[in-house]
């Protein structure tokens, strides 16, 4: 990339300014720009690059980009005015297409492979103005470093648009590593070098204290930040409630109070704010909550990526705890909210095999008013960016499809759009679309995960919206890319990313151990301490770890179980299935997919499925390779000799259990953990450098699937017989 032009003009954006006493300070800039500190503007770091057309102005000492090129400091360039009069300035100088540009996401994860940004990138960012982008899971097929100086590039190109609007890139939450479900391969969200391995979200759940999980979102800011990313698709306030839904692992856990206190402290750490966005800079990175009011409650634990699991569900009619936990996790100031696909069914009538909704309209909540309005607006007194979960608008159109609209005759089709029965019958038709983003935008959506400006360009020409009706979303999105200052700085130092992630990695490590869960620990076998006589068979760790391990401890390691004193075993819990079918996948090691009716909700057998109409099938491809983690911890009890010692390690991506042909009474200890390497677990099973277990257990664990299935979704840790309850937290 060219040299970047760098004018840094301050020593700090917070430094202290040396003045008069605070009854005599100067607070004429307070509530207004974002850069006032203590009643006086400081000059932010402001940069251009070369050969972007731009240049820096300097007037009454203050240094301003001229983004637009007109050799004036127009309003939204102005770094000492509030979000809100910048973003109207900015939105009225603006076409249709380039507010359309900022209302949905795009994916841009393949083109750093190819080391540049591309002509026809360029052109596909010109032609449709695209201002977000997606990286998935950051990839191991470029490092960090690609990924900056690609990001980089990005921002020195649309600076040269004519309006110079930065990009913003994010990412779903990519920490979190651990056993994939063979629980020998370690897998990990983010492969990109130098990033480190982190614990996952419900790890966090596990260490249960705020001001560490602050610290850790602070450091995870660092990250991104650092790799280019500037807004997180995240974190997840989904407290657990159904706890065979996939996506427990990136929740903090199965307590509401508690995953609204953590998911708080997380956010406030992202965006390195303590008290919610207070009208100063964000210098984390955007955090956007979600899924709002709560994606695990889904019918049997499906997940709403596909419509068999749309119908998010409280049977007990317990919405309200869900809410509050979201309630708190707002006063953090996120400056983004994602809803959920799910269809909330906020009360429960059911006859004759079918249920009903008693007081919501049976739309997914992108569409519904008083998910939007009255929940989330009135109730958790939020009024930020709304962006919606991915592909809302293509296949997640729940209870808005386009047969049930032909059924229902919609009457709520703005005088300028067509009428319904012009439409054709294709999903695809412009117009139905129109008609979807109009929905979303009138109950209070800005952002379309996953769409496209031509969508939002139809919906103006085929007379659902205006251009003027681009404006508040629009707006939305611009103060939250003022608030994150890209508009100043939109650049990073490549040379940065190997120095922070090399900082971080001492308190991932740390992370890791303290995430861990002792729940079992007979005859306080933990932590091992034995003599040079004794044997020891590890199962399910790394040989050179064993041996590393074992070279300086004395002991002898055998290959036979029958022999050994002490027998170490490492497996993963059953994993969930992501998609819509995930509800059958039981949270035993063996236990058989269940599988669904699509007419009648309730569970049905396989045997009964045979001859039911509309049934289909949940499929887990890593079944065999649950059931083999079952059979090592069978041949383990069965191999262990009088007097022997089992010691077993479980990797819980969601919460799990025994089952019954599995004699529990025989392992000795057990230990939770939620992504740790095999040697920082042979520290916590060895006590090394002092090391004492302090993680509580973040869900019950029940003792049989039937329990599970008896249970109710919106219900917390309601199993009625639990193996180990919520909160179970042993220690040395």
């Known amino acids: 990339?060219?040299?970047?032009?760098?004018?840094?003009?301050?020593?700090?954006?917070?430094?202290?300014?040396?003045?008069?006493?605070?009854?005599?300070?100067?607070?004429?800039?307070?509530?207004?720009?974002?850069?006032?500190?203590?009643?006086?503007?400081?000059?932010?770091?402001?940069?251009?690059?070369?050969?972007?057309?731009?240049?820096?102005?300097?007037?009454?000492?203050?240094?301003?980009?001229?983004?637009?090129?007109?050799?004036?400091?127009?309003?939204?360039?102005?770094?000492?005015?509030?979000?809100?009069?910048?973003?109207?300035?900015?939105?009225?100088?603006?076409?249709?297409?380039?507010?359309?540009?900022?209302?949905?996401?795009?994916?841009?994860?393949?083109?750093?492979?190819?080391?540049?940004?591309?002509?026809?990138?360029k052109a596909a960012i010109k032609e449709y103005q695209v201002r977000v982008a997606l990286f998935r899971d950051p990839g191991e097929s470029y490092t960090a470093e690609d990924?900056?100086?690609?990001?980089?590039?990005?921002?020195?190109?649309?600076?040269?648009?004519?309006?110079?609007?930065?990009?913003?890139?994010?990412?779903?939450?990519?920490?979190?590593?651990?056993?994939?479900?063979?629980?020998?391969?370690?897998?990990?969200?983010?492969?990109?070098?130098?990033?480190?391995?982190?614990?996952?979200?419900?790890?966090?759940?596990?260490?249960?204290?705020?001001?560490?999980?602050?610290?850790?979102?602070?450091?995870?800011?660092?990250?991104?930040?650092?790799?280019?990313?500037?807004?997180?698709?995240?974190?997840?306030?989904?407290?657990?409630?159904?706890?065979?839904?996939?996506?427990?692992?990136?929740?903090?856990?199965?307590?509401?109070?508690?995953?609204?206190?953590?998911?708080?402290?997380?956010?406030?750490?992202?965006?390195?704010?303590d008290n919610g966005f207070n009208g100063k800079i964000v210098s984390g990175i955007a955090a956007v909550l979600k899924h709002f009011p709560g994606g695990g409650t889904n019918n049997g634990g499906l997940d709403s990526h596909s419509a068999s699991g749309q119908w998010a569900l409280f049977k007990g009619d317990n919405m309200q705890e869900h809410l509050d936990s979201f309630k708190v996790a707002f006063e953090s100031g996120p400056l983004g909210c994602m809803p959920c696909y799910s269809i909330n069914m906020r009360g429960w009538v059911e006859a004759d095999g079918d249920f009903s909704n008693n007081d919501l309209e049976e739309v997914a909540s992108s569409y519904n008013k008083t998910i939007m309005q009255d929940y989330l607006r009135d109730y958790c007194g939020w009024d930020g960016l709304v962006s919606s979960d991915w592909g809302v608008l293509k296949g997640k159109q729940y209870g808005l499809m386009e047969d049930q609209l032909a059924a229902k005759n919609p009457t709520d089709i703005p005088a300028t759009a067509p009428a319904f029965s012009a439409w054709g019958v294709s999903t695809e038709t412009s117009n139905y679309q129109s008609y979807l983003i109009y929905k979303y935008w009138v109950v209070g959506g800005h952002q379309v995960g996953s769409g496209s400006a031509e969508m939002w360009l139809n919906a103006v020409s085929d007379g659902f919206l205006t251009d003027s009706d681009l404006n508040e979303p629009a707006s939305k999105v611009l103060e939250m890319m003022f608030r994150l200052g890209v508009f100043e700085n939109p650049y990073i130092n490549s040379t940065s990313v190997n120095s922070v992630a090399v900082n971080n990695r001492e308190l991932a490590e740390e992370a890791m151990k303290k995430a861990v869960v002792l729940v079992k620990n007979e005859g306080s076998v933990l932590p091992m301490s034995i003599t040079d006589s004794a044997k020891v068979y590890f199962d399910g760790i790394d040989d050179s770890v064993i041996t590393n391990y074992s070279s300086s401890a004395g002991y002898t390691v055998t290959t036979n179980m029958s022999?050994?004193?002490?027998?170490?075993?490492?497996?993963?819990?059953?994993?969930?299935?992501?998609?819509?079918?995930?509800?059958?996948?039981?949270?035993?090691?063996?236990?058989?997919?269940?599988?669904?009716?699509?007419?009648?909700?309730?569970?049905?057998?396989?045997?009964?499925?045979?001859?039911?109409?509309?049934?289909?099938?949940?499929?887990?491809?890593?079944?065999?390779?649950?059931?083999?983690?079952?059979?090592?911890?069978?041949?383990?009890?069965?191999?262990?000799?009088?007097?022997?010692?089992?010691?077993?390690?479980?990797?819980?991506?969601?919460?799990?259990?025994?089952?019954?042909?599995?004699?529990?009474?025989?392992?000795?200890?057990?230990?939770?953990?939620?992504?740790?390497?095999?040697?920082?677990?042979?520290?916590?099973?060895?006590?090394?450098?002092?090391?004492?277990?302090?993680?509580?257990l973040p869900f019950c664990i029940p003792k049989t699937d039937a329990d599970v299935e008896a249970a109710t979704e919106d219900l917390f840790n309601d199993e009625a017989n639990q193996l180990f309850k919520y909160g179970t937290s042993l220690s040395y």
């Not at 800039?29 to 050969?51: F, L, T």
């Not at 629980?183 to 249960?208: Q, R, S």
């Not at 839904?245 to 995953?259: C, I, K, L």
């Open 1 to 121: 990339m060219k040299q970047i032009l760098v004018l840094l003009l301050s020593l700090s954006l917070f430094a202290a300014f040396t003045a008069c006493g605070d009854d005599e300070k100067d607070k004429s800039c307070d509530g207004k720009g974002i850069y006032c500190v203590d009643g006086e503007d400081v000059q932010p770091s402001v940069q251009v690059a070369d050969g972007s057309g731009k240049s820096i102005l300097t007037v009454d000492d203050k240094q301003y980009r001229d983004l637009n090129a007109n050799g004036e400091v127009d309003a939204y360039e102005d770094w000492t005015l509030p979000v809100e009069e910048r973003a109207a300035d900015l939105v009225s100088k603006m076409t249709t297409i380039q507010k359309a540009g900022l209302l949905y996401e795009k994916g841009f994860v393949g083109q750093i492979k190819e080391g540049s940004l591309t002509d026809e990138r």
């Open 563 to 696: 022999e050994a004193d002490y027998i170490i075993l490492r497996v993963t819990g059953r994993h969930g299935t992501y998609s819509g079918l995930a509800g059958g996948v039981p949270l035993s090691f063996e236990g058989d997919v269940l599988t669904y009716n699509s007419t009648e909700w309730r569970h049905y057998t396989a045997a009964e499925n045979e001859a039911a109409e509309g049934a289909f099938t949940v499929v887990d491809s890593s079944q065999a390779n649950s059931i083999a983690q079952a059979q090592k911890i069978k041949d383990a009890i069965a191999a262990k000799a009088d007097g022997a010692r089992l010691i077993l390690s479980v990797f819980a991506p969601r919460p799990f259990l025994f089952d019954s042909d599995i004699e529990v009474d025989a392992i000795d200890a057990i230990l939770v953990e939620f992504g740790i390497t095999d040697t920082y677990l042979l520290d916590a099973v060895f006590g090394a450098d002092g090391f004492k277990p302090s993680g509580k």
């Open 147 to 273: 990924m900056v100086n690609y990001t980089n590039e990005v921002q020195a190109y649309v600076e040269s648009e004519p309006l110079g609007v930065p990009f913003v890139f994010c990412c779903d939450p990519s920490y979190g590593t651990g056993l994939d479900t063979d629980g020998t391969t370690w897998k990990k969200k983010n492969t990109m070098e130098p990033m480190g391995d982190w614990p996952f979200a419900l790890g966090m759940a596990a260490i249960d204290d705020a001001d560490y999980v602050k610290k850790l979102g602070a450091a995870h800011a660092k990250e991104y930040k650092a790799m280019g990313l500037r807004m997180l698709l995240g974190p997840q306030c989904d407290p657990i409630s159904e706890p065979r839904w996939a996506r427990s692992y990136d929740t903090f856990g199965a307590d509401p109070v508690r995953a609204g206190v953590l998911a708080k402290a997380y956010i406030q750490g992202l965006q390195e704010t």
